[in-house]
């Protein structure tokens, strides 16, 4: 359990200390946010804040990780390292279109088939090489079963894997990405699924089926349980000290670069756990984001009717009159009983089946 102290704490030092110093390099180089100009009036102020803030916990994770396995002399697993591929391929993806917004003046970014092409090249890497690295139990990082607290019994096939996965990394990554549009909402909602999956590792570690005397449904069929949470605390620990710049009002944003990160991530890691329907409650808040613009694009095209002032949900209600501060509570409220309820659920499951 070492392990996961030492990544939460790296990750918040070196955020804390780290992001200061990135915020200061960006302001020189004049990498400020673009804001649009047809949304709430009290964002135009944030036009020119530093962005791309992403890269600061992007490498204070990977670096807490390898530090971590270097001070507790622990092998890295390749569970952990997957999901930081995903983290870390979903950045790059998210950095180069934050790049051309700000360095070459383009509003848009990475044209929507260059981005798409570059989350679609990641996420298919991560579903092949997750289905391979068999351990001694012959349990690979990811499983061909659809799973909620565990695996069900029927199996989708490698091909429909592929597919479910790449599917689940772009969601997660986009909604994330609809969810980063108040200072700190999307860094704080992070924090607590994150959380979630420090638990869920460490549960799923003290309850494999490898190391109980007799198996059975109470017991969990999952490659590397551990290095999911000590993965999820370095995360964790590493968005507690951004929070502290990012909150509002935000001294610097984490732009596509964060948030495409922190979705594939989350991906990553209810893959390797296998729970993976379990996330839709989990990341419940960035559930209900996404979806109401779906509900606001759909109705628009079919009606020619707006059902909320606009989309995403939170600029809804600035619209409305409330803070953005106010948004942002209530949201993180939210959010808490997402991972109140998701924590539950996956409890309750292991005692249903006890």
């Not at 391979?132 to 799973?147: I, K, M, V, Y």
């Not at 710049?245 to 670069?257: Q, R």
């Not at 409330?322 to 009983?337: A, D, H, K, N, T």
Request: hydrophobic share 50%; aromatic share 12%.
């Amino acid at each position: 359990m070492r392990q996961i102290l030492f990544s939460g704490v790296i990750g918040l030092f070196l955020t804390l200390i780290g992001t200061p110093l990135l915020i200061k390099l960006l302001a020189r180089k004049g990498y400020g946010q673009y804001i649009r100009d047809d949304g709430p009036r009290d964002h135009h102020s944030k036009r020119g804040t530093p962005t791309m803030g992403g890269i600061a916990f992007i490498l204070a994770t990977l670096i807490a990780y390898a530090a971590t396995k270097v001070m507790t002399s622990e092998q890295p697993t390749i569970s952990g390292l997957l999901v930081l591929f995903l983290m870390a391929g979903m950045g790059l993806v998210g950095f180069l279109d934050d790049y051309i917004k700000i360095v070459r003046r383009r509003s848009l970014g990475l044209r929507a088939g260059a981005k798409m092409l570059g989350q679609f090249i990641v996420g298919v890497t991560f579903a092949i090489l997750s289905l391979n690295f068999e351990d001694g139990r012959q349990l690979t990082p990811a499983s061909t079963h659809l799973s909620f607290t565990q695996d069900f019994a029927w199996s989708i096939g490698p091909v429909l894997f592929v597919v479910w996965a790449l599917f689940m990394i772009l969601a997660m990554s986009n909604g994330v990405n609809l969810t980063d549009g108040l200072d700190g909402l999307a860094t704080g909602a992070s924090v607590m699924v994150f959380g979630a999956y420090v638990f869920i590792g460490v549960w799923q570690y003290g309850q494999t089926c490898s190391e109980m005397v007799t198996g059975g449904p109470s017991c969990y069929e999952v490659r590397d349980p551990l290095d999911g949470a000590v993965v999820a605390a370095a995360l964790m620990g590493a968005l507690f000290g951004f929070l502290w710049w990012n909150t509002s009002p935000a001294k610097i944003f984490m732009g596509d670069t964060g948030s495409l990160a922190l979705g594939g991530a989350l991906a990553g890691l209810a893959i390797v756990s296998r729970t993976e329907l379990l996330m839709a409650v989990l990341g419940g808040l960035f559930v209900l984001i996404t979806m109401s613009v779906v509900i606001q694009v759909g109705s628009f095209r079919l009606t020619g009717r707006r059902v909320f002032k606009m989309a995403p949900l939170q600029h809804h209600f600035e619209l409305k009159g409330w803070s953005e501060v106010l948004v942002v509570v209530r949201f993180w409220i939210i959010q808490g009983m997402c991972v109140i309820v998701g924590i539950g659920i996956f409890y309750g499951t292991w005692v249903a089946d006890w």
